[in-house]
């Protein structure tokens, strides 16, 4: 039997979404089958529809969601019907060469569910393996992760992608600890996970930087304990003077852009940590003289995905937030539906919103 259901399709580059009625096929070995409550709108899911990601269109978008399991497919024992869970796209293997050497979070071989979604007989490209601005959608049981289900459903699925990206930026990837200081760069929604995770971890000094007063006044809510406008002051020496004229122990850059990356190189400690979780596009370059990258030590790192291992870090977020430890509400700007994806690209791409989280 195939479910048909209404999903988020991009069928060409540059085209405005459509709403869709795909089919979906009973979940087959190792499969689950997600009854899909709320899905955020991520930049990724606007990079696909303008072909940015690859040419395999038609995709089926969203990837940043929350539901409960409706049918799992044979062999899967860790979830039954009912469970709330988070999606995420790193679905550990367990045998690739690094879940072998004990480091499942950067898993070189994560899987999806081996049956395809289609669209009037021809096969679609989940966003990141997921696609879920959909009632419902097929995944591999290891990109479901069980959550408590008390957290509300459009808070809980941001910690599946942008949310963990930079929380994971800050508490995994720059391992920021008590009393260190550290500047973010790019107060969207990755930005402020990343200014909320350094708070978290124990950051005393926690310095927000962008161009948008908006965003400032936010980053603070989040829990910047500075903030600096960089279309006004030049962010590294403002950086230096905030921290006695030495620059902070972690700089994470959480746009994506060659000027930002220079800043955040820049604006560190000597030995200090440089954390690129904005993803760039193929054509940026930077250059840095060599001598800069030797004498100032430390360590210039990538965040993928926040370096989370989902079965870690997900119930565990979830405890926390559940515990008003953790800050999520904020992060959800405005909730939508289903049809209203296109327009709230247009909303992201306008700087208004830091997540806005379709409700199915
Ligand atoms: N200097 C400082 N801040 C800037 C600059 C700049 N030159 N250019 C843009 N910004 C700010 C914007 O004002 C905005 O507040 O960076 C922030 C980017 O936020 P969003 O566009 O909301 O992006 P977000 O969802 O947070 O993702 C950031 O992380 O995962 C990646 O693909 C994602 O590359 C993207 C990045
Ligand atoms: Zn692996
Ligand atoms: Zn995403």
Request: aromatic residues 6%; charged residues 25%.
């Amino acid at each position: 039997m195939t479910h048909q259901v209404k999903g988020v399709v991009a069928k060409s580059k540059g085209e405005p979404v459509s709403i869709e009625t795909i089919e979906i096929p009973n979940p087959g070995p190792g499969e689950v089958l997600i009854d899909v409550k709320a899905c955020g709108v991520c930049h990724t899911d606007l990079h696909y529809r303008e072909g940015a990601i690859n040419d395999e269109f038609p995709f089926l978008l969203g990837h940043e969601a929350a539901g409960l399991v409706e049918e799992v497919g044979e062999g899967v024992t860790d979830l039954i019907p009912g469970d709330f869970v988070i999606l995420n796209w790193r679905a550990v293997c367990g045998h690739c060469r690094s879940c072998r050497r004990g480091r499942p979070w950067n898993c070189f071989s994560t899987h999806n569910a081996t049956q395809k979604m289609k669209l009037d007989g021809k096969e679609l490209s989940p966003a990141l393996g997921i696609g879920a601005f959909a009632e419902k959608t097929l995944v591999a049981a290891g990109q479901a992760t069980k959550v408590n289900p008390e957290a509300k459903p459009e808070v809980a699925g941001l910690i599946g992608c942008g949310v963990m990206a930079g929380l994971g930026a800050a508490m995994n990837t720059g391992q920021v600890s008590r009393g260190d200081s550290v500047a973010v760069f790019g107060c969207g929604g990755v930005g402020d996970a990343a200014i909320e995770g350094s708070r978290l971890a124990g950051a005393h000094t926690i310095i927000a930087v962008d161009i948008d007063s908006t965003k400032l006044e936010w980053a603070k809510e989040f829990g910047a304990t500075h903030t600096i406008d960089s279309s006004k002051v030049d962010p590294v020496e403002a950086i230096r003077e905030i921290t006695d004229g030495n620059g902070v122990d972690v700089a994470i850059e959480a746009i994506g852009l060659p000027i930002t990356y220079e800043q955040a190189f820049y604006s560190r400690d000597l030995a200090g940590t440089v954390v690129l979780v904005g993803v760039p596009n193929p054509e940026m370059k930077i250059e840095l003289p060599m001598i800069e990258i030797f004498g100032r030590g430390g360590t210039l790192k990538s965040s993928w995905y926040g370096d989370c291992l989902p079965s870690r870090d997900f119930p565990m977020l979830i405890d926390l937030y559940l515990q008003g430890r953790l800050e999520l509400d904020r992060f959800v700007s405005e909730t939508i539906e289903l049809d209203e994806v296109e327009e709230a690209f247009h909303k992201m791409e306008r700087g208004e919103v830091l997540r806005s989280v379709v409700i199915l």
